[in-house]
């Protein structure tokens, strides 16, 4: 069967370092969060060059409802090296093996649960992640990769947010229990880290576009993407002045293997693009992206120049210069990519 991703799979095996390639061949892999965003395209890049540079990878899935994955993406089942394990993160039965890597992704950013639920979006990042570290002791396994967000930073003043940037959001504010959750969550990281000599690199990321980007939740580009691809004019609530940057989904996959081969325990990395727009800009290039029909934005307010400025971008320095990672695709290529695979579904 034809793979829609199979040029996105191909850049990602082109783009990544060689190194990283040969440091996962032959090794077994555990995944939480491997049936969303992040998870499903690792599981697509990992089964692609596994197959195409016969790395013999076994990977292991923890998803809560096997079957009802299985009907949405079976494409991702009988491939002879995916196993899956049903369970909550918060206390899945452990597996019975050793694992050389864990990547644990569990837990989006909802801001629906966030709100609705914010003791279960506690809990499941908390004691998920705690699990999850009790499991890689027993596990025995080599490191494990730890996604975190950068909202750990909590509002942000500077343009470019660094790893160094020391601000937090506020704790007296219950919105705020994912970012806070995180926060915690890395705090355990370390504490595991030094206590049981386990290798844990931290991944905060940012604002991503892509193929299998849910595209009815909160996130701006997504809802973009969809209003365009309906013939609907693109409508920004706001005042269109926020700052937010984005990084594609083929860059994510080669970001955060590399940072699981190659990321330093204890070490926090920014996982995303550097290059800020504005919502209104932002609007205006996905208009631009729909070739085949004329697509409008309108922007419901209008600034007030007493407000400060919001922003969500990440300064990329340190993975740039530590783990040679770069930003392979621009905006403008990464919104016509998605638009152009959510067209064909």
Known sequence: MNNPLKDDLEDIIRLMDPFVWSQLRGKRIFITGGTGFFGKWLLEALVYASRMLSLNLELTVLTRNVSNFE?????????????YVE?????FALPNQKFDFIIHAATEAS????????????????????????????????KVLFISSGAVYGKQSVPLASE???????????????????????LMCSVYADKFGIEIPIARCFAFVGPYLN???HFAIGNFIRDGLAGKTIEIKGDGTPMRSYLYSGDLVIWLLTMLVKGESKRAYNVGSDKAVSIEELAKNVSHCFMDKKVEYIVRQKPDPQKEKEQYVPSIDRARNELGLSVNFD???????????NSNK
């Open 87 to 91: 369970g909550n993160v918060k206390n």
């Open 111 to 142: 801001e629906h649960l966030n709100n609705s639920n914010p003791f279960e979006m506690m809990d499941t990042i908390v004691e998920g992640t705690r699990r999850v570290l009790e499991f890689s002791r027993n596990c025995v396994a080599k």
């Open 331 to 341: 905006l403008t290529e990464s919104i016509r990519r998605t638009i152009k695979w």
């Open 71 to 83: 009907t949405q993406f079976p494409q991702l089942f009988n491939t002879g090296i995916i196993h």
């Open 164 to 186: 160094q940037y020391m601000n937090g959001p506020d704790t007296l504010n219950s919105k705020n229990v994912y970012a806070e959750s995180k926060r915690l969550a890395e």
């Open 215 to 217: 595209l009815n939740i």
